[in-house]
């Protein structure tokens, strides 16, 4: 049965912005009863979770099955439904959790939309700002923020050494000193880095050429699936692990604005970003030089 991807990429839209509206909510709520707290922690003890997470998966999860029921489920707090329809949603009900829980208006509802293998459509909303990311394969990507719709760009940058470069790090201790050896060798190449905590808007970022290149190690289907399409379809050149891939594995995502994608790759590889962090020897300080 043929998908129409601007129907999905309408639908992703829809739910994203009630389950922002919902965070955005419950997080008010929570923060006036002085109950802004985590409820649990997941790959680390510094990796928390929090009720409004599971909330909004539910939310999101209740909306998917109502609207499409037999369609497949991957989501961040656990939901794992086969699909019988060839159509998969990978949910981040919060990217950027920690964020959400200091205040930092810098958090998202992250929803993609797979058909048969392939990214189709896909939504990112900023609770904090009201900004709504959408995009649908081959159909070009958008920010709607009120009643204004946009259409995004990667930036034209074509130096490397004039690029502003989006990053994130692990909850892993040990992965934080590999990524912090990577660093030392990206940061000098470059104009310089930002660190906002959140892969899917940092994706977004690079879509609305607020920087010009991205890369992360260890992140999720679930971080990137929507942020991924929303990048490419804005002309940007965007590598990630895969649709069923374990963050676990620690490999690279990475997003830059076409005219710097090459550069952008090779100084990756210089700096030893190319291997996934569990087989990366970057604690040797020669490599990378």
Not at 58 to 63: A, D, K, M, Q, Y
Not at 77 to 88: F, I, L, P, R
Not at 130 to 156: D, K, W
């Amino acid at each position: 049965m043929a998908v129409d991807v601007n129907e999905l990429r309408c639908l992703c839209a829809d739910i994203a912005t009630r389950a922002a509206e919902l965070v955005k909510r419950q997080r008010a709520n929570l923060a006036a009863a002085g109950e802004l707290t985590a409820s649990g922690t997941k790959s680390s003890d510094v990796d928390p979770v929090t009720v409004v997470d599971k909330a909004s998966e539910e939310l999101i999860v209740g909306e998917i099955a109502k609207r499409r029921p037999g369609d497949g489920i991957l989501g961040e707090e656990g939901t794992d439904t086969a699909s019988t329809t060839g159509v998969e949603w990978i949910i981040d009900p919060i990217d950027g959790t920690v964020n959400f829980l200091y205040g930092v208006p810098h958090y998202a509802v992250s929803i993609g939309v797979v058909v048969d293998g392939e990214l189709a459509a896909g939504a990112v909303c900023n609770p904090a700002t009201g900004e709504l990311f959408t995009a649908a394969a081959g159909q070009g990507a958008t920010l709607t923020l009120g009643t204004e719709t946009t259409r995004l760009r990667a930036s034209a940058a074509t130096e490397v050494a004039r690029c502003l470069v989006a990053t994130g790090f692990s909850y892993s201790s040990e992965w934080r000193a590999d990524q912090a050896n990577i660093l030392t060798s990206v940061l000098p190449a470059v104009r310089d880095i930002r660190r906002a905590g959140s892969a899917a808007l940092d994706l977004c970022a690079v879509a609305a050429g607020r920087v010009d290149a991205y890369y992360e190690h260890g992140t999720h289907p679930w971080d990137y699936a929507a942020g991924a399409l929303i990048a490419s379809e804005s002309g940007a050149v965007v590598r990630h692990p895969g649709l069923r891939a374990d963050g676990a594995e620690g490999g690279l995502t990475a997003a830059a604005a076409p005219g710097v994608w090459a550069d952008f790759s090779a100084l990756l590889r210089r700096a030893g970003a190319d291997a996934p962090l569990h087989k990366n020897t970057c604690n040797d300080p020669n490599v990378g030089l």
